[in-house]
């Protein structure tokens, strides 16, 4: 497996963060260079400056396939050092080594593995350049627009140290504007306060999302007021407000039920509302035959298996959007986006151990 660690501490070189596009392109072009194969089916795609490869095994002309495995080669900004790989005994620090540049060499190396070995399974191999950012030009694009799809999709993207992720939260970032009238703050009656509109709408929101819950997991809706501006004086009624939103969301709520929701109370308190990111939640039947399988294998690998949820948002949500399932799964490691970001390489090669028994048995 020293070529696995080898191709990692590669693709961590590349800084790839999203003010760096010819690093993107760079190490798209490297990716696609090392799978090149004459049993491989790439197709490269680039959407606003973001490219992103398909890799299959075999040429699906309807885009549908058992499997996709989905994996991004972006990253967060970092310190200069840590594009520059570490290996401290079994760990390989650097930016991205978990998150997730170490699980894409896993990806990469098993379809280059499975093309030398002449395998044909009806998989595919999707790799964006825009997750730190949105993924609408990454799998969104590729989901939405090129008509990829799966029985099911697997994400190493959330799942610590191989739990294996069947749930995630939906989710609905907006902003809210609110126009007010100015008057002087001795005399707050001939005003009318854009602020206080947007708490009330604060409050009213928080009512009709929030309950009371004792889930030891959190599994509930949350609201975050993450930023507001308005005002210009202390001694003036706030003739303006800028709100933002962080809305997650679990079953059986939904997406538009949200959005219904967000309108209505925005509508009511005189708001403008702006979308600036949504997303699906999933809740994945472990009883399905393909998850069914992958659990097996991952009790094979590793000995036992952990279920879990993610509270975040993922790339899972555009897979939710048409209805494909989705499990997610990481390997060991810690620190993501931080200073000393690192992956168990032991951990790596175990999830390309599952990853590759359970190509195999489908």
Known sequence: MESLKQLLKNLIQFRTTYENPEQLLAIVDY???FL???NLYIERFIRNGKPSLAVCLNKNR???FKIIFAGHLDVVPAKDEQFIAKEEGNRIYGRGALDMKGPSAVMIKLFKDLADKGVKKDICLMLTTDEEVGSYDGVGYLV???GFSADLAVIPDSGENFTVITHEKGVLHFSVDFTGKPAHG???WLGDSAIEKGLRFYEDLKRFLLYDSDDPEHWHNTVVLGVMKGGNKVNQIPPSAHLEFDVRFVPP???DEIKSAVSYLAKKHGGKITVLSEGH???TDINHPLVQKFISKVKQVVGEVKFGKTHGATDGRFFASKNIP????YPEGEDIHGDNEWVSFDSLVKLYNIFYEFVISI
């Open 31 to 33: 990716v696609e260079k």
């Open 36 to 38: 090149d194969s004459p």
């Open 62 to 64: 309807n885009r549908h």
């Open 144 to 146: 939405e627009e090129e």
């Open 186 to 188: 001795s005399m707050p």
């Open 253 to 255: 709520f939904t997406i």
């Open 281 to 283: 939640p999933f809740s």
């Open 326 to 329: 989705v499990i997610m799964i």
